[in-house]
Each structure stands twice: as structure tokens, then as C-alpha cells.
């Protein structure tokens, strides 16, 4: 197992297709912490002309999964939610900052917050983590 942030979301990066597709990158990691970007393309948004939904839940969800896996014991989801607090717009750089509020040897809880380059709210999501027991560079689900 693996402690090192940066080497652990290095690992998973590799392997991030979902991420590499919507240009999601990595731009700090910590214990129990990952900060993620991503500029929104026309590609990504709705009838309404704005982000959909579901692009920001995808950057949330992916800060999320850096940040539970910081630690180098694979993890995953078990349960979210997210608030939709404004748009976002084609051309927005969009922030999502992920942060352990609590983390056992099994489950965890995280908040994750999506700002745009106005430091203005977009979005608020809530992860529970499960811990599969195994290392990140080892993890089959």
C-alpha cells in the first residue's frame, strides 16, 4: 500500500478514461483531499445552454473518488447527493475541491464543492466511501 497522494492518484489517472474524455485534471492532492478541474465545452451542456447536471456531478464524483483513494486503499461509493446552486456556462473553468469530513477504517464521509473561476458556488455534493480492502495499484471490483 501506497501513502503517497500524488503517486495513488497518479495510478488511478492512468486508468481514467471517463476523466481524459471530459478534461478533467488533477491539480493538488493530499491525505483525504483532491482538487480537480474542468473547462466546460459545448459538448456538456443542456437544452438550457448550461452545464448539465450530470457533467457536474461526474467532476464532483471524480474528486471524490481521488480524494477517498488518497490514501492508497482502494475505495468507492456508496452513497452521494448533490445541490445544484447556479450554472455553469460554456467557457467556465470549474473548481471541484474534494475533503474528508470523516474517514474509518471501512467508511468515510466527503464533501466535495464546485466553484467557477468567480470563486462562486455551482454545486455541493456529499459522498459516503466503502474501503475494499485492497491497494489502489491492485484494485479489481
Same mark, same amino acid.
Given at each position: 500500500?501506497?501513502?503517497?497522494?500524488?503517486?495513488?492518484?497518479?495510478?488511478m489517472?492512468? &486508468?481514467?478514461?471517463c476523466?481524459h474524455?471530459?478534461?478533467?485534471?488533477?491539480?493538488?492532492?493530499?491525505e483525504? @483531499?483532491? %482538487?480537480?478541474?474542468m473547462?466546460?465545452?459545448?459538448?456538456m451542456?443542456?437544452?438550457?445552454q448550461? +452545464? &448539465?447536471?450530470?457533467q *457536474?456531478?461526474?467532476l464532483?464524483d471524480?474528486a471524490?473518488a481521488?480524494? +477517498?483513494?488518497s490514501q492508497?486503499?482502494?475505495?468507492?461509493?456508496s452513497? +452521494?447527493?448533490i445541490? @445544484?446552486?447556479r450554472?455553469? &456556462?460554456?467557457?467556465?473553468?470549474l473548481?471541484?475541491?474534494?475533503?474528508v469530513r470523516t474517514?474509518?477504517?471501512?467508511t468515510?464521509?466527503?464533501?466535495?464543492?464546485?466553484?467557477?473561476q468567480?470563486? %462562486?458556488?455551482?454545486?455541493? @455534493?456529499?459522498g459516503r466511501?466503502h474501503?475494499?480492502?485492497?491497494?489502489?495499484?491492485?484494485? %479489481? *471490483?
Amino acid at each position: 500500500m501506497n501513502t503517497d497522494a500524488w503517486a495513488n492518484a497518479r495510478e488511478m489517472y492512468a &486508468h481514467d478514461n471517463c476523466a481524459h474524455q471530459m478534461g478533467i485534471e488533477i491539480v493538488e492532492m493530499g491525505e483525504g @483531499f483532491a %482538487k480537480l478541474t474542468m473547462t466546460v465545452t459545448e459538448a456538456m451542456l443542456n437544452g438550457h445552454q448550461t +452545464c &448539465h447536471g450530470g457533467q *457536474l456531478f461526474t467532476l464532483a464524483d471524480t474528486a471524490f473518488a481521488y480524494a +477517498c483513494n488518497s490514501q492508497g486503499l482502494a475505495a468507492v461509493a456508496s452513497g +452521494c447527493s448533490i445541490d @445544484f446552486v447556479r450554472p455553469g &456556462h460554456a467557457g467556465d473553468t470549474l473548481t471541484a475541491v474534494a475533503q474528508v469530513r470523516t474517514q474509518g477504517r471501512q467508511t468515510g464521509v466527503y464533501d466535495i464543492e464546485i466553484i467557477n473561476q468567480h470563486e %462562486k458556488t455551482v454545486a455541493l @455534493f456529499r459522498g459516503r466511501s466503502h474501503r475494499i480492502g485492497t491497494p489502489v495499484s491492485g484494485a %479489481k *471490483l
